[in-house]
């Protein structure tokens, strides 16, 4: 993959538990030559990924590919913004019609997708 093709990636909602998706992308989009910074509630790591309970902000970012339920993705949404991703792939279970819009009226493209679908697919 050559360094254009790369998508660096923020996945808000990773999980150090390894049944979790959230977990599964991590390590999928790190083996697909991915960039990743992995967010989430609980600290830990995902292979060689730490998951940040700070919220960083990276000086690109592509993607970010969500992880928590619409119930809870209030208050990551300034977080989110503040990224300004090209992005946001809102994965099975976490679709959100007002989340969505507010992202587009920003500018930043949203898709109800699967990641790992998308990355099985050669889609992403």
């Known amino acids: 993959?050559?360094?254009?093709?790369?998508?660096?990636?923020?996945?808000?909602g990773a999980s150090p538990n390894r049944e979790?998706?959230?977990?599964?992308?991590?390590?999928?989009?790190?083996?697909?030559?991915?960039p990743v910074v992995a967010v989430g509630l609980r600290p830990g790591t995902i292979s060689d990924v730490s998951i940040h309970?700070?919220?960083?902000?990276?000086e690109r970012v592509d993607t970010v590919s969500l992880?928590?339920?619409?119930?809870?993705?209030?208050?990551?949404m300034d977080y989110i913004l503040s990224l300004h991703p090209r992005r946001v792939?809102?994965?099975p279970g976490t679709e959100?019609?007002?989340?969505?819009?507010q992202l587009q009226?920003?500018?930043i493209e949203t898709?109800?997708?699967?990641?790992?679908?998308?990355?099985?697919?050669?889609?992403?």
């Open 96 to 101: 959100n019609t007002p989340a969505e819009t």
């Open 105 to 107: 009226a920003a500018g």
């Open 89 to 91: 792939i809102f994965n």
């Open 53 to 58: 309970t700070d919220r960083p902000v990276p």
């Open 1 to 12: 993959m050559s360094e254009s093709q790369h998508k660096p990636t923020v996945v808000v």
């Open 20 to 34: 979790r998706y959230s977990h599964i992308a991590v390590q999928r989009l790190r083996q697909a030559g991915h």
């Open 111 to 124: 898709e109800r997708a699967c990641t790992l679908v998308l990355l099985s697919t050669a889609s992403y």
């Open 67 to 76: 992880y928590v339920g619409p119930t809870h993705q209030d208050v990551w």
